[in-house]
């Protein structure tokens, strides 16, 4: 009695079967690593905090302004510092590593993920910051949010985002 075809024939289905659960296993793995290293420089607490202190300086008139602007344009605002050509804003820019801010309508920011993604939006942002806003899922009852990246250089240079209500 000679078996030796059949168990050459079921190592070799075994050996598929096992290659392709592992490499399966491996994508899997693979994606959920590169999502995690994304989400690294989303909303860390320090940042959260600098943000919150940003929006304490920055509610002014000229605030107040922009937010009262929202309803004009879609929902959604970004504060350049060119817009801003005080001292003061150069210097908040500056000194607290700011890259762009983007004053969004809460009842507007599916609106807006939908603008993303179709590529639609009049926003002067970095693609970066363009995924950070599909991101960000917001279960407060604030009427705004302002969102905000920050380019931070020591060793090397790495965008960090946050946002805070409004």
């Given at each position: 009695m000679k078996k030796c075809g059949f168990a050459f024939l079921e190592s070799l289905i075994a050996i598929v079967v096992l290659t392709s659960s592992l490499l399966l296993l491996y994508n899997t793995f693979k994606r959920i690593i590169q999502s995690?290293?994304?989400?690294k420089y989303d909303d860390q607490i320090s940042y959260?905090?600098?943000?919150?202190?940003?929006?304490?300086?920055?509610?002014?008139?000229?605030?107040?302004?922009?937010?009262?602007?929202?309803?004009?344009?879609?929902?959604y605002i970004?504060?350049?510092?060119?817009?801003?050509?005080s001292l003061f804003y150069n210097n908040l820019f500056k000194d607290y590593e700011v890259n762009?801010?983007?004053?969004?309508?809460?009842?507007?920011?599916?609106?807006?993920k939908t603008c993303l993604y179709s590529d639609?939006?009049?926003?002067?942002?970095?693609?970066?910051?363009?995924?950070?806003?599909?991101?960000?899922?917001?279960?407060?009852?604030?009427?705004?949010?302002?969102a905000i990246e920050y380019k931070t250089c020591y060793h090397n240079?790495?965008?960090?985002?946050?946002?805070?209500?409004?």
């Amino acid at each position: 009695m000679k078996k030796c075809g059949f168990a050459f024939l079921e190592s070799l289905i075994a050996i598929v079967v096992l290659t392709s659960s592992l490499l399966l296993l491996y994508n899997t793995f693979k994606r959920i690593i590169q999502s995690q290293e994304q989400k690294k420089y989303d909303d860390q607490i320090s940042y959260i905090y600098r943000s919150e202190y940003i929006k304490d300086l920055i509610y002014n008139d000229d605030f107040k302004n922009s937010i009262n602007n929202l309803n004009d344009n879609d929902g959604y605002i970004e504060i350049d510092k060119n817009n801003y050509n005080s001292l003061f804003y150069n210097n908040l820019f500056k000194d607290y590593e700011v890259n762009s801010l983007v004053l969004i309508k809460t009842s507007e920011l599916k609106n807006l993920k939908t603008c993303l993604y179709s590529d639609s939006c009049h926003l002067d942002i970095s693609s970066s910051f363009k995924n950070y806003l599909k991101r960000i899922n917001i279960d407060i009852s604030a009427d705004n949010i302002l969102a905000i990246e920050y380019k931070t250089c020591y060793h090397n240079c790495h965008n960090y985002y946050s946002w805070v209500s409004v």
